[in-house]
C-alpha cells in the first residue's frame, strides 16, 4: 500500500470520527478509484454509506470487501448493521452468529475494535 493510500483510509477513518458521512464517502470514493480491490477501503465506503442511511448501498459494499476477503470482522459488521436497517434481521442475525464464530475471543474481541 502507498504511503497516499494509506494517508488518505486515514482521512475517511477521521471524517467518520468527526461524523461528516458526506466527506468521508467523497474521499472513499477517490480511494476506490486508486485501490479498487482493497476490501478496508470498501469497508470505510459501506460505513459512510450507512451513516447517510443509504443502507442498500453500504450492503453492496460489505459484499464487495467480503468477496475478497470472506471473514473480514468488519465487512462482517458492516453487513450486520446494514441488515438490521433493512429489516432483514434473519439475515442480520446469521452474520453475527458467524462473525462471533469466527472471532477468538467473540464479543469481548469486538469491543475492543
Do not use: I, N, W, Y
Amino acid at each position: 500500500m502507498t504511503d497516499e493510500v494509506e494517508t488518505m483510509r486515514d482521512r475517511v477513518e477521521v471524517l467518520l470520527d468527526l461524523d461528516r458521512p458526506q466527506e468521508a464517502l467523497a474521499t472513499a470514493a477517490r480511494l476506490l478509484a486508486s485501490a479498487p480491490h482493497d476490501p478496508d477501503v470498501h469497508v470505510l465506503a459501506g460505513r459512510a454509506l450507512d451513516r447517510l442511511g443509504r443502507h442498500e448501498e453500504a450492503l453492496s459494499a460489505s459484499e464487495r470487501a467480503l468477496a475478497q476477503r470472506p471473514d473480514d470482522a468488519d465487512a462482517l459488521l458492516l453487513r450486520a448493521f446494514a441488515l438490521v436497517e433493512l429489516e432483514r434481521l434473519d439475515e442480520a442475525e446469521t452474520t453475527l452468529r458467524a462473525l462471533l464464530a469466527d472471532v477468538p475471543g467473540g464479543m469481548a474481541a469486538l469491543k475492543k475494535r
